[in-house]
């Protein structure tokens, strides 16, 4: 038997076993049946049960799944929309997540697989400081697909926008200045007196 402190009290009778938890107000717990003599445990069996369950949810909370984004072009992209295509690759991966980008060939397109072997180079470079080939480009159908993964692990990504997160929040607007204070009125002279107000001397 094993004490509530992780002790080793020795080989007991199951009747002094019960009597000990009783006394100690604990239950009577078999932690490994199948040991020689079988190992049982002093414990609070209710607070085990509950501290297992804290401890499963935060494993949970804290698993992350891998989600697989997928992006779409054609050989001939225009620019613009290369450009457009380029940026949603790059959220993705900053988020830790992987990209799926996949050439559509249509008509004429099917017999020049090297345009979308190019484009999927070109874009594979473009993003090399975020994420890495994981899968090379290779031919399915009409198609052509190549998979990046993220240089940063889902987890991280996540910590990441959460610290920016904080910090955004700390970071409250400065309070306004203070108006300037109105500039003192200033103070009229008397004009001053000409010879037509002056009083005439006798």
């Given amino acids: 038997m094993v004490g509530p402190n992780g002790e080793q009290v020795g080989i007991v009778r199951v009747e002094d076993a019960l009597r000990l938890a009783a006394e100690a107000d604990l ?5 490994a049946p199948m040991a020689k003599p079988p190992v049982a445990k002093l414990m609070d069996f209710g607070k085990f049960k509950y501290e297992a369950a804290l401890k499963a949810r935060e494993a949970r909370k804290n698993q992350v799944n891998t989600v697989i984004k997928e992006i779409k072009l054609r050989p001939k992209i225009d620019p613009h929309d ?3 295509k380029k940026g949603h690759v790059e959220r ?3 988020g830790g997540d992987k990209v799926k980008v996949t050439i559509m060939f249509r008509g004429r397109e099917q017999s020049r697989p090297e345009l979308g072997f190019r484009l999927l180079q070109r874009l594979a470079e473009d ?3 975020l994420g890495t080939v994981e899968s090379a480009p290779k031919q399915d159908g009409r198609n052509m697909i190549m998979v990046l993964a993220p240089t940063k692990k889902k987890s991280e990504a996540m910590a990441e926008q959460r610290r920016a997160r904080t910090s955004d929040a700390g970071h409250a607007a400065a309070p306004a200045d203070a108006p300037e204070a109105a500039p003192a009125a200033e103070t009229a002279e008397a004009p001053e007196a000409t010879p037509a107000d002056q009083a005439p001397t006798t």
């Fill in 92 to 94: 993705f991966l900053k």
């Fill in 127 to 129: 993003v090399l400081e």
């Fill in 27 to 31: 239950d009577l717990v078999e932690v």
């Fill in 82 to 84: 290369y450009g457009t």
